[in-house]
Nanobody
Framework: QVQLVESGGSLVQAGGSLRLSCAAS????????VGWYRQAPGKQRELVAH???????DYVDSVKGRFTVSRDNAKNTVYLQMNSLKPDDTAVYYC??????????????WGQGTQVTVST
């Protein structure tokens, strides 16, 4: 069982910055990929950014140049640095991680989400 806990969401003015954290705990051998998703009211959940075990990253076009995803393997934690925030970034942000536990058992876990609200 792998648990993910997101933190760092808050209310911020447009143009401001936030850093979200996604901390994984439990029986983890390796985390292959972590994705940051967001869901705004009335909209589908979308993938915002992801990072692989070898730190390759990718971003949705709407956040390129503003968001940066990074990971600290020693802490089993992934970060999402969000700069130049816009009201359209308002959403609940979730992290998702997949990988392997002991004896090679796969896992795919979601966090509970953290609210990001960007005011004008």
């Amino acid at each position: 069982q792998v648990q993910l806990v997101e933190s760092g969401g808050s209310l911020v003015q447009a143009g401001g910055s936030l850093r979200l954290s996604c901390a994984a705990s439990g029986s983890i051998l390796i985390i292959n990929r972590v994705g940051w998703y967001r869901q705004a009211p009335g909209k589908q959940r979308e993938l915002v950014a992801h990072i692989t075990v070898d730190s390759r990253t990718d971003y949705v076009d709407s956040v390129k140049g503003r968001f940066t995803v990074s990971r600290d393997n020693a802490k089993n934690t992934v970060y999402l640095q969000m700069n130049s925030l816009k009201p359209d970034d308002t959403a609940v942000y979730y992290c998702n991680a997949n990988g392997l536990g002991p004896f090679g058992s796969p896992f795919d876990s979601w966090g509970q989400g953290t609210q990001v609200t960007v005011s004008t």
